[in-house]
């Protein structure tokens, strides 16, 4: 069992140096995805050794520093790439339990979820994210009969080897809603295990349009719509009209 830490970053100066060294304790095996900084993080990075690195000249989206870090993991040779971000609200700490998980032989996917067993140290979130994660959730639960508690969290292991097999294309914060299709579709095992929700910087926000909650709703919901009415097969020349801009 081969774990890789992904980090995707995009201007994180304040926060990716102890980022990197709590989770130092726990693996050796580091990347950083700099999904195009403009904030000095870059130049902070290109110093270091001790990490590996994949840099975006340009911000090409989350879900595509995610894409970047499986292939990156499975040229490598990497079993597992434990995703995580670096605004300090994902523990390090918590890599335990996904390792542990990632032990057992028994899962595809583990995710991690803020609202599995709520804790009264959890932190609450702004009102218009836990009012789309859950309905989210439950739109995913309903059609695909799992039983998940929090589809956003991006604080994942999973298998390299399985990842690929989605050919995975979204680029953007619409990311889950093409993963969590494929993953059903190709009978992934999945589980969760509970993490911390900590919301210590509320005014973060998406950028553009997606900072509007009916906005970001209505491109989640889009993104979905696309991923359902996709053929069974389809061309990867054709995945590039629907992220999402099919009809």
Known sequence: MRPLIAIPIFNERRHVEEVLARVRRFCPDILVVDDGSTDGTSELLARRTDVQLVSHLVNRGYGQSLIDAFEYAHLRGY??????????????????????????????????SRYLYPSASDDLPPGDRRVINSTITAVLNQIFSLNLTDAFCGFKAQRTSAMLRLRLDEPGYAFPMQLWPRAVKAGLRITEVPVRLIYNDPSRHFGGALDDPASRLRHYLDVLRCELNRPAETCAAETAVCGCGCE
């Open 79 to 112: 079993d597992w790439v434990i995703t995580m971000d670096c605004d300090e609200q994902h523990e390090p700490e918590s890599l335990p339990l996904f390792l542990e998980e990632i032990r057992t032989g028994q899962w595809d996917l583990v995710s991690g």
